[in-house]
Nanobody
Framework: QVQLVESGGGLVQAGGSLRLSCAAS????????MGWFRQAPGKERVFVAS????????YYAKSMAGRFTISRDNAKNTVYLQMNSLKPEDTAAYYC????????????WGQGTQVTVSS
Protein backbone atom coordinates (compact mmCIF):
# COMPACT_ATOMS: atom_id res chain seq x y z
CA GLN A 1 0.00 0.00 0.00
CA VAL A 2 1.06 3.57 -0.69
CA GLN A 3 -0.47 6.52 1.09
CA LEU A 4 -0.33 9.89 -0.66
CA VAL A 5 -1.08 13.18 1.05
CA GLU A 6 -1.20 16.40 -0.95
CA SER A 7 -0.78 19.89 0.41
CA GLY A 8 -0.04 23.39 -0.79
CA GLY A 9 -3.24 24.30 -2.59
CA GLY A 10 -5.01 27.59 -2.05
CA LEU A 11 -6.21 30.82 -3.59
CA VAL A 12 -3.83 32.81 -5.75
CA GLN A 13 -4.18 35.67 -8.20
CA ALA A 14 -3.58 35.18 -11.89
CA GLY A 15 0.12 35.34 -12.66
CA GLY A 16 1.05 34.01 -9.25
CA SER A 17 2.72 30.78 -8.19
CA LEU A 18 2.00 27.83 -5.95
CA ARG A 19 3.96 24.73 -5.03
CA LEU A 20 2.06 21.57 -4.33
CA SER A 21 3.55 18.76 -2.29
CA CYS A 22 2.71 15.07 -2.19
CA ALA A 23 4.13 13.06 0.66
CA ALA A 24 4.29 9.31 0.05
CA SER A 25 4.39 6.66 2.75
CA UNK A 26 4.03 2.92 2.95
CA UNK A 27 5.84 0.68 0.54
CA UNK A 28 8.97 1.76 -1.28
CA UNK A 29 8.32 3.74 -4.47
CA UNK A 30 11.80 3.76 -5.93
CA UNK A 31 10.62 1.90 -9.03
CA UNK A 32 7.43 3.84 -9.46
CA UNK A 33 6.09 6.79 -11.40
CA MET A 34 4.54 9.66 -9.49
CA GLY A 35 2.04 11.81 -11.30
CA TRP A 36 -0.06 14.92 -10.89
CA PHE A 37 -3.54 15.17 -12.33
CA ARG A 38 -6.20 17.82 -12.10
CA GLN A 39 -9.96 17.97 -12.35
CA ALA A 40 -11.87 21.15 -12.95
CA PRO A 41 -15.57 21.40 -12.02
CA GLY A 42 -17.71 19.54 -14.54
CA LYS A 43 -14.69 18.20 -16.42
CA GLU A 44 -12.73 14.97 -16.54
CA ARG A 45 -9.55 14.41 -14.63
CA VAL A 46 -6.54 15.14 -16.85
CA PHE A 47 -2.83 14.42 -16.71
CA VAL A 48 -0.55 17.26 -15.68
CA ALA A 49 2.93 15.82 -15.16
CA SER A 50 4.78 12.75 -13.98
CA UNK A 51 8.22 11.75 -12.83
CA UNK A 52 10.10 8.47 -12.81
CA UNK A 53 11.15 8.24 -9.20
CA UNK A 54 14.38 6.36 -9.81
CA UNK A 55 15.68 8.20 -12.91
CA UNK A 56 14.09 11.59 -12.36
CA UNK A 57 12.83 11.69 -15.95
CA UNK A 58 9.85 14.01 -16.23
CA TYR A 59 6.84 14.18 -18.52
CA TYR A 60 4.35 16.99 -19.01
CA ALA A 61 1.05 17.69 -20.65
CA LYS A 62 1.80 20.01 -23.56
CA SER A 63 -0.40 22.79 -22.26
CA MET A 64 1.48 22.94 -18.97
CA ALA A 65 5.07 22.42 -20.02
CA GLY A 66 7.05 25.56 -19.36
CA ARG A 67 4.84 26.79 -16.54
CA PHE A 68 4.73 23.71 -14.33
CA THR A 69 7.69 21.76 -12.98
CA ILE A 70 7.55 18.38 -11.27
CA SER A 71 10.37 17.32 -8.97
CA ARG A 72 11.07 14.92 -6.13
CA ASP A 73 12.95 14.80 -2.87
CA ASN A 74 14.15 11.26 -2.21
CA ALA A 75 15.02 11.92 1.41
CA LYS A 76 11.53 13.23 2.16
CA ASN A 77 9.69 10.79 -0.10
CA THR A 78 7.91 13.79 -1.52
CA VAL A 79 7.04 14.92 -5.01
CA TYR A 80 6.37 18.55 -5.85
CA LEU A 81 4.55 20.47 -8.51
CA GLN A 82 5.78 24.03 -8.94
CA MET A 83 3.17 26.06 -10.80
CA ASN A 84 4.08 29.47 -12.18
CA SER A 85 2.21 32.07 -14.22
CA LEU A 86 -1.06 30.63 -13.04
CA LYS A 87 -4.22 31.33 -15.02
CA PRO A 88 -7.88 31.17 -13.97
CA GLU A 89 -8.25 28.07 -16.16
CA ASP A 90 -5.74 26.30 -13.90
CA THR A 91 -8.41 26.30 -11.21
CA ALA A 92 -9.03 22.66 -10.28
CA ALA A 93 -8.57 19.98 -7.68
CA TYR A 94 -5.06 18.60 -8.05
CA TYR A 95 -4.37 14.98 -7.30
CA CYS A 96 -1.16 13.06 -6.72
CA UNK A 97 -0.99 9.48 -7.92
CA UNK A 98 1.44 6.58 -8.08
CA UNK A 99 1.91 3.63 -10.41
CA UNK A 100 4.53 0.93 -10.81
CA UNK A 101 7.02 1.52 -13.63
CA UNK A 102 5.95 -1.79 -15.14
CA UNK A 103 2.33 -0.74 -15.41
CA UNK A 104 0.32 2.00 -17.09
CA UNK A 105 -2.45 2.48 -14.55
CA UNK A 106 -2.16 4.74 -11.56
CA UNK A 107 -3.21 2.63 -8.62
CA UNK A 108 -2.81 4.91 -5.64
CA TRP A 109 -4.35 8.36 -5.34
CA GLY A 110 -4.26 11.16 -2.83
CA GLN A 111 -7.31 13.00 -1.60
CA GLY A 112 -6.60 16.09 -3.69
CA THR A 113 -5.84 19.71 -2.96
CA GLN A 114 -7.82 22.63 -4.34
CA VAL A 115 -6.16 25.35 -6.39
CA THR A 116 -8.19 28.44 -7.19
CA VAL A 117 -6.80 31.17 -9.44
CA SER A 118 -8.64 34.47 -9.41
CA SER A 119 -8.61 36.88 -12.33
Amino acid sequence: QVQLVESGGGLVQAGGSLRLSCAASGRTISNWFMGWFRQAPGKERVFVASINWSSGTTYYAKSMAGRFTISRDNAKNTVYLQMNSLKPEDTAAYYCAARPSSGNQYVYWGQGTQVTVSS
